[in-house]
């Protein structure tokens, strides 16, 4: 068997393992076993436990980053439609490889600053490639911190809502998308348009 193939079988394997166990659980001996190879072959190929996690947390970090890139790939939608698109795309791969979204997720961002440095840059593409969108999707010129921190905001709600549609059964990546298009668009149309809030036009509270 070609090594690009047993290697990738071994990835699988650890990173259901690491997923489902997390990662102080999970051994190399389970590893091994999930992908019907000895162990000192995982050592031989992927090296530590470390490394072969680390690398589990590149490799699942590219495959979303692509997944929500090409998610947005339709010339001349509408701003929002390139948003929902994108969305979708991360709620849909999130839901098909849940065990990885764990790694992500959970599991990178609590085992040491290493790993959790791996997912903040996976992060930082991300709010990266969102600010591009909205930047694209204003209608007037908004400062860069506004549309930067909307950015923010928004990688922060997907994150925490694909926990949620991960653990609640029948929520679909379409309906993941439409409860934070339904949250946010509406608020965040206004803002592209130019429209700010402030203190003299918030409602006032009835006692």
Same mark, same amino acid.
């Given at each position: 068997?070609?090594?690009?193939?047993?290697?990738?079988?071994?990835?699988?394997?650890?990173?259901? !393992?690491?997923?489902?166990?997390?990662?102080?659980?999970?051994?190399?001996?389970?590893?091994?076993e999930?992908?019907?190879?000895?162990?000192?072959?995982?050592?031989?190929?992927?090296?530590?436990?470390?490394?072969?996690?680390?690398?589990?947390?590149?490799?699942?970090?590219?495959?979303?980053?692509?997944a929500?890139?090409?998610?947005?790939?339709?010339? @001349?939608?509408?701003?929002?439609?390139?948003?929902?698109?994108?969305l979708?795309?991360?709620?849909?791969?999130?839901?098909?490889?849940?065990?990885?979204?764990?790694?992500?997720?959970?599991?990178?961002? !609590?085992?040491?600053?290493?790993?959790?440095?791996?997912?903040?840059?996976?992060?930082?593409?991300?709010?990266?490639?969102?600010t591009?969108?909205?930047?694209?999707?204003?209608y !007037?010129?908004?400062?860069d911190?506004?549309?930067?921190?909307?950015?923010?905001?928004?990688? @922060?709600?997907?994150?925490?809502?694909?926990?949620?549609?991960?653990?609640?059964?029948?929520?679909?990546a379409?309906?993941?998308?439409? !409860?934070?298009?339904?949250?946010?668009?509406?608020?965040?149309?206004?803002?592209?348009?130019?429209?700010?809030?402030?203190?003299?036009?918030?409602?006032?509270?009835?006692?």
């Open positions: 068997m070609p090594r690009e193939v047993r290697e990738r079988q071994m990835m699988d394997a650890a990173v259901a !393992t690491f997923g489902q166990r997390g990662y102080r659980a999970a051994s190399m001996d389970e590893i091994a999930l992908a019907g190879v000895s162990k000192p072959l995982v050592y031989l190929y992927l090296n530590s436990k470390e490394e072969l996690f680390t690398a589990c947390i590149r490799r699942e970090a590219d495959a979303l980053l692509a929500v890139r090409a998610g947005v790939v339709e010339p @001349g939608l509408a701003p929002d439609q390139q948003l929902w698109s994108g979708t795309a991360f709620f849909a791969h999130t839901a098909e490889h849940p065990d990885a979204w764990s790694v992500l997720h959970r599991q990178a961002r !609590t085992h040491g600053e290493r790993f959790a440095a791996e997912v903040a840059g996976m992060r930082e593409e991300l709010i990266s490639f969102v591009g969108l909205l930047r694209e999707a204003a !007037t010129t908004p400062a911190r506004d549309v930067v921190g909307v950015a923010q905001a928004l990688v @922060g709600a997907a994150e925490a809502l694909a926990g949620w549609a991960n653990e609640t059964p029948d929520v679909t379409k309906e993941a998308a439409a !409860t934070l298009m339904n949250f946010a668009w509406t608020g965040l149309g206004g803002l592209l348009d130019g429209e700010r809030w402030s203190v003299g036009n918030a409602p006032v509270a009835r006692r």
